[in-house]
Nanobody, 125 residues
Framework: QLQLVESGGGLVQPGGSLRLSCAAS????????VGWFRQAPGKEREAVSC????????GYPDSVKGRFTSSMNSAKTTVYLQMNSLKPEDTATYYC??????????????????WGQGTQVTVSS
């Protein structure tokens, strides 16, 4: 049974960087798609990016393009989200989620059944 655990969140100043990790246990992510999502208080959950095991990425909204990068380690056990040039509006709880359907489906929260617990990112002076 696949389980996901996020880590790496914290408090950073505007312009700073964080790298979030999503560690899989129970099995590898071979053949899976992993998504990063974020949700601010009172806001809808939104996609940040989705990545397949062969590195195909989609879902980067205009708000994060050029600043955030999703990647996966070669063992297919951990997915990362590198966040640079952080802004206060990036403040949110960040989640990773996995889709084992075998298809690279639209990068939306409803596609994913297995979710991590979330990690808080706060960007503030």
């Amino acid at each position: 049974q696949l389980q996901l655990v996020e880590s790496g969140g914290g408090l950073v100043q505007p312009g700073g960087s964080l790298r979030l990790s999503c560690a899989a246990s129970g099995r590898t992510l071979h053949g899976w798609t992993v998504g990063w999502f974020r949700q601010a208080p009172g806001k809808e959950r939104e996609a940040v990016s989705c990545i397949s095991t062969n590195g195909l990425i989609t879902g980067y909204p205009d708000s994060v393009k050029g600043r955030f990068t999703s990647s996966m380690n070669s063992a297919k056990t951990t997915v990362y989200l590198q966040m640079n040039s952080l802004k206060p509006e990036d403040t949110a709880t960040y989640y990773c989620a996995a889709d084992g359907s075998g298809f690279f489906r639209p990068c939306t929260p409803g596609v994913f059944d297995t979710w991590g617990q979330g990690t808080q990112v706060t960007v503030s002076s």
